[in-house]
């Protein structure tokens, strides 16, 4: 399995940004797809994700409004609108994929892209 990142940039506070991860290898539905973030000094954590077999999403509470975790299914792509950006949303953007339960934690993803940078100025 190999996730490919894409996306990421130097945008202004307030500006947008979109992030694609291409899945291969992916045979089954029953994973979760999303996208976690770690910054400087600090802990990788989620972001967003999506099950694959029915769409429903997950959001952390930090960005529930601003950010919309999408897919192109003919594409296994997920996709990560990212609106109002702030200077906090700083981080390197980490593609996931998981079968697993723990799939809101580090530990439990099985699978993980390059990191993509995203910087936000104010």
């Known amino acids: 399995v190999q996730l490919q990142a894409s996306g990421g940039g130097l945008v202004q506070a307030g500006g947008s940004l979109r992030l694609s991860c291409a899945a291969s290898g992916l045979t089954s539905s029953n994973y979760r797809m999303g996208w976690f973030r770690q910054a400087p000094g600090k802990e990788r954590d989620i972001v967003a994700a999506?099950?694959?077999?029915?769409?429903?999403?997950y959001y952390a509470d930090s960005v529930k409004g601003r950010f919309t975790i999408s897919r192109d299914n003919a594409k296994n792509t997920v996709y990560l609108q990212m609106n109002s950006l702030k200077p906090e949303d700083t981080a390197v953007y980490y593609c996931a994929a998981t079968n697993s339960v723990l799939w809101t934690t580090p530990s439990g993803i099985r699978y993980w892209g390059k990191g993509t940078q995203v910087t936000v100025s104010s």
């Open positions: 999506m099950r694959w077999s029915d769409g429903a999403t």
